[in-house]
């Protein structure tokens, strides 16, 4: 298990290539890549900072994928997350799980992810043709991470 | 008791601090809920940036806590929005 935060880009298949590499039990890949977009909530976005608190970020994304390998069968993962400045396009975070079949890995890429959106210390500020301005958090972010308690579909 | 104060994102912004070090906090202070309702004395800025109305999160050594978690001697406090990375 890999957790790195930093402000270098990342190469999917060069991390999937290391992920998987002379592990011949893994029969699935399940990865996802989070991007800058250049319009959000009808703003046009020109760039963005991602500010996080270092120290906690590492423990907090740790324990996440800690209570993922408590409910999926997983042999590896892998997440990258960036910070500082970055611009339309460019990639934000990725999550990697291998396992032997694809519901596993799935779902546990997945819940990492609905929970890195509500539990890990990174915030995102925009700067906006009308200025700067400080993302607010998604209730949808929050119903997403609960499904995964109640068992209910968001 | 010292305690370590952060605070990060619009909460860092609005109080134009990043860090503090509370070599003695005072008397009865015993919670992070109660460190909260002290800072917000401070001031108007302070008691808008962390006063009950806002969203805030709150974090001891690290990890996120209720209001209501006991501070220890050395222990470090954080005071943030409600988090937007991914």
């Known amino acids: 298990m890999a957790i790195r935060v930093q402000t270098e880009d990342f ?4 991390e999937v290539r290391r992920l998987r590499a002379d592990d011949l ?8 890549v989070g991007t ?3 319009l959000n909530d009808g703003k046009d976005v020109a760039r963005m900072t991602l500010e996080h608190y270092p120290g906690m970020t590492e423990k907090a994304l740790e324990s996440i994928v800690a209570q993922a390998r408590e409910r999926w069968r997983m042999f590896d993962a892998l997440v990258i997350h960036r910070y500082g400045e970055l611009g339309p396009g ?15 890995a799935f779902a546990a890429c997945e819940f990492i992810m609905d929970y890195l959106k509500t539990e890990a210390p990174f915030w995102k500020k925009e700067a906006t043709p ?10 949808t972010d929050t119903a997403a991470r609960e499904r995964w308690v109640t068992g209910e579909k968001a | 008791m010292q305690i370590d104060l952060r605070f990060f994102a619009s909460v860092r912004e609005a109080l134009g601090v990043a860090e503090e070090r509370v070599d003695a906090v005072p008397a009865g202070i015993a919670t992070v809920g109660d460190v909260r309702e002290w800072l917000c004395t401070r001031g108007p800025v302070w008691a808008e940036t962390l006063g009950p109305q806002r ?3 709150m974090a001891l050594n690290h990890t996120m806590v209720p209001a209501s978690t006991r501070l220890t001697d050395g222990c470090e406090v954080a005071f943030f929005p409600p988090v937007t990375g991914g």
Not at chain 1, 25 to 32: E, M, N, P, S
Not at chain 1, 96 to 102: E, G, M, P
Not at chain 1, 130 to 139: K, S
């Open chain 1, 11 to 14: 190469d999917l298949s060069e």
């Open chain 2, 55 to 57: 969203p805030l999160r």
């Open chain 1, 90 to 104: 460019d990639q934000i975070v990725l999550v990697a799980v291998t396992s032997a079949h694809r519901g596993d």
């Open chain 1, 130 to 139: 009308q200025g700067e301005r400080w993302v607010d958090a998604r209730e």
């Open chain 1, 25 to 32: 039990r893994v029969g699935a890949v399940a990865t996802f």
């Open chain 1, 36 to 38: 800058v977009r250049d």
